[in-house]
């Protein structure tokens, strides 16, 4: 039962669209956004600020802390980024 709705669903997200005359396919690519730059861009942005605060009289734990919240999950989609577009060339 399960697995003839599971079917059924399939199909109608694979069929095509038909708009005066023109057909349409309504499947998706697979992959990462194509905005990967943003990510690639306020990470350096991030570092870059974490630098110099840390070399400014205010540094101190809470900025460390907060720094570092925004930087690690920006370091995992540079990761992800760069794997993915490292699958693409191999």
């Known amino acids: 039962m399960l697995l003839s709705i599971a079917s059924a669903a399939l199909v109608s997200a694979m069929a095509s669209v038909s708009t005066k005359g023109a057909t349409a396919s309504m499947t998706t690519a697979m992959g990462l956004p194509e905005y990967g730059f943003f990510a690639v861009f306020a990470l350096v942005i991030l570092l870059c600020a ?39 060339i191999i």
């Open 50 to 88: 974490k630098l110099m605060l840390a070399a400014s009289t205010k540094w101190n734990n809470a900025i460390k802390c907060s720094l570092d919240m925004s930087i690690i999950p920006l370091l995992i989609s540079f990761a992800a980024i760069v794997v993915y577009k490292i699958i693409i």
